[in-house]
């Protein structure tokens, strides 16, 4: 093995919580080695979330990432909410003063790799073999073999997991300490990229006896849409026309002369639903942020911004912890996190199961009068609003 590298923060991961725990450690004088088992462009190519809540935009804003989501970014003053025969709009600016922005993940990922890479940020791609050492001493180590076949080693004063649900880092808290919650959700989303300009102003979350649609978009010319389909629900079943046929039916074309236009589909994928919390947060030296710790289902729009959340904590408390060796942050950490992590969990559990058909006609009633309830009383909708536009950091 070649000679360790020697840094203070240990980064696995070079998704959107690595790069940017990297980018706001290196702002305050701390130094990072990142590694990523995945390409830099499979990285930066796939599809994910598009929905930044206020908290999310300030901190990108303010750690001088801001400048194409200001230009190219577009602000959304809130949701529609419908049924069959009514749709409502919650207008989150004049309900909570605060708004969400539409900008996709990967244009926030190729941001955060362009301001990495002019930094000169150390990231070693497509590592293999990843393994996490020692993370009970104050020499914790992560080792891999490189993209060229070479054994390495980073001896770090600190490793952080920003590898996602299936990496090495979660697995690395023993089981003896580690606790997890889990629910599997009885349906996935077919989602699609379609070539057309979207057919709404503000994003659409549709109930419907059919299942769930939704009409999202990531620009004026390219639209992201979803539909409700059972688990392991084949790509084959679903061509084209019946997925515009019921997105249609789901969304309502033709109520109120409101009118869906389908377009040439650019992307197509079923994307299955859970909710996971892993605890704690922190282990030794190891610390989780993003998906390492918690998983959300799509409905709530919350996994990106937890994770930013979560980055925005621990970045001042390893600061603190290397700068200063004042460790009283980081080791709140992992209880301040999770209580953010907790309330995201309950919305986005509450979002998925008020919209998605089970078949079940007692789910069938409560599920409506849920939506009268969010749509007709100010309390009822202020509770949405303040949930999707997001918490102000450090909830
Ligand atoms: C998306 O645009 O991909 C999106 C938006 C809002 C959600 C989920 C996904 O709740």
């Keep these: 093995m070649s000679e360790p590298i020697r840094t203070q923060v240990a980064i696995v991961g070079a998704g959107p919580a690595g790069l940017l725990l990297a980018h706001l450690l290196a702002g305050d004088g701390v130094e990072s080695v990142v590694v990523e088992s995945r390409s830099e462009e499979y990285v930066a190519a ?33 949701i529609h909410l419908q049924w069959p025969e009514e749709r409502h709009h919650l207008d989150f600016v004049d309900l909570t003063d605060r708004s969400v922005w539409l900008y996709g993940q990967t244009e926030v990922q190729r941001d955060l790799v362009a301001a990495r890479t002019a930094a000169g940020q150390e990231v070693h791609y497509e590592v293999s073999d990843t393994a996490l050492h020692d993370l009970e001493t104050d020499d914790p180590s992560v080792t891999f073999t490189s993209s060229e076949g070479e054994a390495r080693r980073i001896v770090a004063d600190v490793v952080v997991g920003c590898d996602g649900s299936f990496g090495p880092s979660r697995a ?20 699609i990229l379609a070539d057309v300009a979207p057919s709404t ?27 409700q389909v059972p688990n392991d629900t084949s790509l084959d079943d679903w061509p084209d026309d019946r997925i515009w046929q019921a997105l249609a039916t789901r969304l309502g074309h033709g109520q109120d002369g409101w009118e869906l236009t389908p377009g040439p589909v650019t992307d197509k994928s079923v994307l299955p639903m859970r909710s996971h919390v892993s605890t704690p947060m922190r282990h030794g030296r190891l610390f989780l942020a993003g998906d390492a710790a918690h998983i959300v289902p799509p409905t709530g729009a919350k996994g990106l911004n937890l994770a930013v959340a979560d980055v925005g904590l621990l970045a001042p408390a390893l600061v603190e912890l290397l700068r200063k060796d004042d460790s009283r942050l ?57 949930n999707y536009a997001g918490l102000p950091i450090g909830f």
């Design 201 to 227: 102003d503000d994003l659409i979350y549709a109930w419907h006896p059919d299942g769930f649609a939704m009409h999202s978009m990531r620009s004026e010319t390219v639209s992201r849409l979803y539909l």
């Design 46 to 78: 796939r599809i994910r979330a598009g929905i930044l809540e206020q908290s999310t935009v300030d901190l990108l804003r303010s750690a001088g990432l801001g400048e194409r989501l200001d230009r190219e970014g577009a602000r959304h003053r809130g």
């Design 330 to 386: 980081a080791d709140d950490y992992s209880d301040t996190a999770l209580r953010r992590v907790w309330r995201c969990t309950h919305f986005s559990w509450w979002m998925t199961t008020m919209l998605h058909s089970t078949g079940d006609p007692f789910d069938e009633q409560l599920q409506l009068s849920q939506l009268r309830w969010v749509t007709s009383s100010e309390a009822g909708a202020t509770g949405l609003a303040e």
């Design 172 to 191: 690395a808290v023993p089981s003896t300490v580690q606790q997890t919650w889990e629910r599997t959700y009885p349906y996935s989303w077919l989602g």
